[in-house]
C-alpha cells in the first residue's frame, strides 16, 4: 500500500502563488506516475499534472498551462505543485494521485493511491 498525504494549501489572493506538496510513504518503490487533480464545488474532478519517474514527462491541463509547474523529488518520494499567478477559478480541493504506471496519465481512473485533498481558496 501507498499513502499520500497532502499540504499547502490555502487563501490567497487573485494573481498569488501556492506551492503543494504530496508526500509518499509505504510501497514508494512501486510508484513511476504521479498526478494532481482538482475538485471544485458541484464540478467533476479534472486533471491539473502529471510527472513521470524522471520528471521528463510532465501533461499539464490547457487550463494550468504556463502557470503551474509539477516537480518531484524522487529522495524525499515527494511531489510537488507550483501554482503561480492563480485565478479564482483555480479554487477547488487538490488531490494527489500516485500509480505504477510508467507513463503519467491525464485520466483519474488510472491512478490507484490517492491522497485526502487539500483546499486552495483564490479570492478575487
Known amino acids: 500500500q501507498v499513502q499520500l498525504v497532502e499540504s499547502g494549501g490555502g487563501l490567497v489572493q487573485a494573481g498569488g502563488s501556492l506551492r503543494l506538496s504530496c508526500a509518499a510513504s509505504?510501497?514508494?518503490?512501486?510508484?513511476?506516475?504521479m498526478g494532481w487533480f482538482r475538485q471544485a464545488p458541484g464540478k467533476e474532478r479534472e486533471f491539473v499534472a502529471a510527472?513521470?519517474?524522471?520528471?521528463?514527462?510532465?501533461p499539464y491541463a490547457d487550463s494550468v498551462k504556463g502557470r503551474f509547474t509539477i516537480s518531484r523529488d524522487n529522495a524525499k518520494n515527494t511531489v510537488y505543485l507550483q501554482m503561480n499567478s492563480l485565478k479564482p477559478e483555480d479554487t477547488a480541493v487538490y488531490y494527489c494521485?500516485?500509480?505504477?504506471?510508467?507513463?503519467?496519465?491525464?485520466?483519474?481512473?488510472?491512478?490507484?493511491?490517492w491522497g485526502q485533498g487539500t483546499q486552495v481558496t483564490v479570492s478575487s
Open positions: 509505504g510501497r514508494t518503490f512501486t510508484i513511476y506516475a
Open positions: 510527472i513521470n519517474w524522471s520528471g521528463g514527462n510532465t
Open positions: 494521485a500516485a500509480d505504477w504506471a510508467v507513463v503519467p496519465t491525464t485520466s483519474q481512473y488510472d491512478y490507484h493511491y
